[in-house]
């Protein structure tokens, strides 16, 4: 008999005796899964919080495999693929600005029932979002703590490879397109600038999307991600709003007025920038 806690809080503390063969739990691992929660308090409201943000915390590795999947297909040559694996990574992405809905089930008073014992976690520390953003392309390093590097090497390493952006940019480049070698060849470990000459390549392939089909497919993958991207912070700013009004976060930060700076950035600048020259 070897029964395992479900949940270490006082919430819904079921036990699961993992010496009776489950092909469905041992497959998938359910109850380390179903264990992993650990409310502080008794509140429903707290274990819910939890349970969403591992949902998230697991979507976020979804996109990223995707993300990914495409960067090396882009490298391989295989636009196609690249395009049907960021097709998959956008629908996750829809998932995962779907689970604000469960989020936001949770009024005002029963979130601050147990904020106090978040103490300073805070999404900020999520090593999958960041890993999920430097493989996307934006590599500022400033909201990562040296500590985080430290204890996920894989953040690190991500920062020497070129990012799925700067292999598009590549690849662009091999098809013909007008792309600058400097923006080819740069240090990947930099945070990327928008470039004038990316705009102006990407503005041929919409003036004559006959002809660079590929490219204007890609192009369109690559918007989705970004504008999805883009969904998921408002939203959080949105739920931020909801839950704090303009308190500070947990992580040090002033909260919903610093958010809203982060909600700027968009991802593979120049195809946002370049319709207004279209
Ligand atoms: C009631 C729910 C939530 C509130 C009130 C909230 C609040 C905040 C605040 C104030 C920040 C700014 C940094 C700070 O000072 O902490 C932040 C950042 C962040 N939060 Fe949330 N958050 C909530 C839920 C979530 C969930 C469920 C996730 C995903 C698992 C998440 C992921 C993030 C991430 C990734 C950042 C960093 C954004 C960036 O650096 O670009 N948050 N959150």
């Not at 998959?88 to 089930?105: A, P």
């Not at 991500?158 to 952006?165: C, F, I, K, N």
């Not at 700067?166 to 792309?179: F, H, K, Q, T």
């Not at 470990?189 to 003036?207: C, G, I, L, M």
């Amino acid at each position: 008999m070897n029964r395992q806690p479900l949940s270490a809080g006082n919430t819904h503390d079921y036990t699961y005796d993992n010496t009776y063969e489950n092909p469905y739990v041992d497959y998938a691992r359910m109850d380390a899964l179903h264990g992993l929660a650990a409310p502080r308090t008794g509140a429903r409201a707290e274990l819910q919080f939890i349970l969403i943000s591992q949902v998230k915390e697991l979507l976020f590795r979804m996109v990223h495999v995707e993300v990914d999947a495409a960067r090396r297909e882009l490298r391989a040559d295989r636009p196609d693929a690249a395009c049907r694996a960021l097709g998959r990574g956008v629908r996750n992405q829809r998932v995962l600005i779907g689970c604000w809905e469960s989020m936001n089930t949770l009024t005002v008073d029963e979130f601050l029932g147990f904020r106090e014992v978040l103490g300073e976690a805070s999404g900020t520390q999520s090593f999958m979002y960041r890993l999920l953003e430097f493989t996307l392309g934006n590599r500022g390093t400033s909201m990562v703590r040296s500590t985080d590097f430290e204890a996920f090497p894989e953040l690190r390493a991500e920062l020497d490879r070129p990012s799925l952006y700067d292999e598009a940019l590549r690849w662009l480049a091999r098809s013909g397109l007008p792309v600058p070698e400097r923006l080819t060849t740069r240090d990947p470990s930099t945070p990327y600038e928008p470039d004038p000459a990316v705009e102006t390549a990407w503005a041929a392939v919409y003036r004559d999307p006959d002809t660079h089909r590929a490219a204007h497919d890609l192009a369109e993958q690559l918007l989705e991600a970004a504008y999805q991207f883009s969904c998921w912070r408002a939203t959080h700013l949105l739920v931020v709003e909801r839950m704090l009004g303009a308190k500070p976060g947990t992580g040090g930060s002033d909260g919903a007025a610093w958010l809203r700076k982060i909600n700027e950035h968009r991802f593979f600048p120049e195809l946002w920038t370049m319709r207004s020259a279209l």
